[in-house]
């Protein structure tokens, strides 16, 4: 059996992002992704179509998708595939994400922006406490139930979706500029 790693695959190297279409060897990165051998079982294997970001040591990134066995290991599967000779940079770092082609994902009906304003909401109610901000929350919160067809978000003396969101919300800020920081600190 074959694992297939044909796709489109995104350059990027000193802020430029480069799309091609690639079926043959990569001769700028020395890489082989058409399609790699390899030692798979054919029953029972959970074969899965996965987006795959590799990054390397000269901060040059591929983006591709690959059709990934999960029962093996991923770490080894990406570096049999996305490995350069041994002249060339190495693999630093990488990330995979299944890609679930049936499933409508809440990024469809809501962008990104969408997400970041409810953020934004957040964040301003943390400092100011103003019910306005307040009502906004609820209000964005009421109209995402109502797109997604989902109960109305609750808020009684005893429990509030708006207050456990703020909260949440702020957790992941939190969380974001912690990691964010540390990533800049170990690049001293």
């Given at each position: 059996m074959v694992a297939l790693g044909i796709g489109r695959v995104y350059y990027t190297n000193c802020g430029k992002k480069v799309e091609s279409h690639v079926t043959s060897r990569c001769a700028a990165y020395n890489i082989d992704i058409t399609i790699k051998e390899t030692n798979?079982?054919?029953?029972?294997?959970?074969?899965?179509?996965?987006?795959?970001?590799?990054?390397?040591?000269?901060?040059?990134?591929?983006?591709?998708?690959?059709?990934?066995?999960?029962?093996?290991?991923?770490?080894?599967?990406?570096?049999?595939?996305?490995?350069?000779?041994?002249?060339?940079?190495?693999?630093?770092g990488f990330s995979w994400q299944i890609i679930d082609n049936n499933?409508?994902?809440s990024s469809e009906?809501?962008?990104?922006?969408?997400?970041?304003?409810?953020?934004?909401?957040c964040a301003r109610y943390s400092e100011t406490a103003s019910a306005d901000h307040y009502h906004a929350i609820t209000t964005w919160l009421v109209e995402y139930s109502k797109t997604h067809d989902l109960p109305l978000p609750e808020d009684t003396s005893e429990w509030s979706d708006t207050r456990y969101t703020i909260k949440e919300a702020l957790s992941f800020l939190d969380k974001f500029a912690e990691n964010w920081n540390s990533e800049l600190e170990s690049r001293k």
């Amino acid at each position: 059996m074959v694992a297939l790693g044909i796709g489109r695959v995104y350059y990027t190297n000193c802020g430029k992002k480069v799309e091609s279409h690639v079926t043959s060897r990569c001769a700028a990165y020395n890489i082989d992704i058409t399609i790699k051998e390899t030692n798979m079982k054919t029953n029972n294997s959970d074969m899965k179509e996965c987006l795959v970001w590799v990054h390397y040591s000269d901060n040059a990134e591929i983006n591709v998708e690959a059709v990934l066995d999960l029962d093996r290991s991923i770490e080894e599967q990406v570096y049999e595939l996305y490995g350069r000779s041994p002249e060339d940079p190495e693999i630093v770092g990488f990330s995979w994400q299944i890609i679930d082609n049936n499933k409508t994902s809440s990024s469809e009906l809501y962008s990104q922006s969408d997400w970041a304003e409810l953020f934004a909401l957040c964040a301003r109610y943390s400092e100011t406490a103003s019910a306005d901000h307040y009502h906004a929350i609820t209000t964005w919160l009421v109209e995402y139930s109502k797109t997604h067809d989902l109960p109305l978000p609750e808020d009684t003396s005893e429990w509030s979706d708006t207050r456990y969101t703020i909260k949440e919300a702020l957790s992941f800020l939190d969380k974001f500029a912690e990691n964010w920081n540390s990533e800049l600190e170990s690049r001293k």
